[in-house]
């Protein structure tokens, strides 16, 4: 297994290791002992699976009151992944990092708690896979909106489909400290 560590401290790409043969591949996509020795120490307490078509763009979401951190993966399709740090007291509060995610090179992404977090689908579909370390809780979720000037994210997909309320979301500077999860302040 090979640890990246991105320019935003605690944003880490993993890359299992993957035994392939002519019958398939076989990869361990989680074990507590050995993320920790990578600096993932965290119990993960929710497991998702979100299934989407090309062009679909979810986010940028997180929690405010509880804050999430994630350990995500396409199982199968490619996505472009987004994190951006919202961490306050952070040298990189604002910045984003991306990522293709890819059923092909099985890479994962670690996000820490503080962070809002986005895809778009490149594939015709693509089926994502998420640990977290807390519960979703509907009535906590905060936002950004996508296309936020002042983040410039340079989205892999254009024209993407959103939903009613990705659309709505704010831009970062809209949001007073209390908006920002939990970590961030």
């Known amino acids: 297994m090979q640890l990246k560590r991105t320019y935003i401290e605690g944003l880490l790409v993993i890359e299992p290791d993957i035994y392939r043969d002519q019958r398939g591949f076989f990869l361990e996509s989680f074990h507590k002992e050995k993320y920790k020795e990578l600096g993932v120490e965290r ?6 699976l979100s299934f989407s ?3 679909v763009l979810r986010g940028l979401h997180f ?8 350990l995500v993966q396409t199982v199968f399709g490619e996505v472009f992944d987004v994190a951006v740090d919202l961490r306050r007291n952070s040298a990189t509060f604002g910045k984003w ?3 293709i995610l890819s059923g092909d090179n099985m890479k994962q992404m670690f996000i820490p708690e503080g962070f809002a977090h986005g895809f778009c689908v490149l ?11 807390d519960i979703f809780v509907a ?7 996508w296309s936020d000037p ?3 994210i340079s989205w892999a997909c254009s024209n993407p489909q959103l939903s009613e309320k990705d659309r709505r979301m704010p831009l970062l500077s809209q949001l007073d400290e209390g908006d920002l999860p939990r970590t961030a302040q």
């Open 43 to 48: 119990d993960f307490v929710q497991d998702n």
């Open 53 to 55: 078509r090309k062009g």
């Open 63 to 70: 929690q405010v009151e509880r804050p999430q951190a994630k």
């Open 97 to 99: 990092f991306s990522i």
């Open 123 to 133: 594939s015709e579909t693509a089926l994502f896979s998420y640990k977290c370390s």
């Open 139 to 145: 009535d906590d979720e905060g936002g950004i909106l």
């Open 150 to 152: 002042d983040l410039a």
